[in-house]
């Protein structure tokens, strides 16, 4: 039987990874970059990918990693909207979850990775 499992995530996925394809040395955002170059736009600066770091993992550097893990929990911003789609999900109407519903009601370090 076939087992779902939570997939790592990858620098290819990510929108800030990039890769500079010309054919010659030309600076972009401040900097240097040859042909090509992986690099990322996720921090206030731009990082370039080394030699060394992982070609398809996300190296330790990624601003985009928490360290520690952050657990964040949910809840309705106010009792009346979590009465309102209490009815309606009573009647079996399926809505669309918005954010602006929502308040984050708890935030603090996890001892666990989204793995």
């Known amino acids: 039987m076939y087992e779902e499992k939570v997939r790592r995530f990858k620098c290819y996925y990510c ?3 990039k890769l500079y394809a010309g ?6 955002h401040d900097r240097r970059m040859k042909p090509n170059t992986k690099y990322c ?3 206030k600066k731009i990082i370039i990918f080394r030699s060394d770091d992982p070609k398809v993992n996300v190296p330790k ?6 360290v520690p893990p952050t657990l964040r ?3 309705f911003r106010s009792p009346e909207i ?7 999900a009573a009647n079996g109407i399926s809505f669309f979850p918005y954010p602006s519903r929502y308040a984050v009601r708890y935030e603090g370090e996890s001892p666990y990775t989204a793995m």
């Open 61 to 66: 550097w990624c601003p985009k990693l928490r």
């Open 23 to 28: 054919s010659e040395t030309k600076i972009v």
């Open 82 to 88: 979590e009465a309102g789609e209490s009815m309606l």
């Open 15 to 17: 929108p800030d990874c």
């Open 73 to 75: 929990i949910y809840h």
């Open 41 to 43: 736009t996720g921090g």
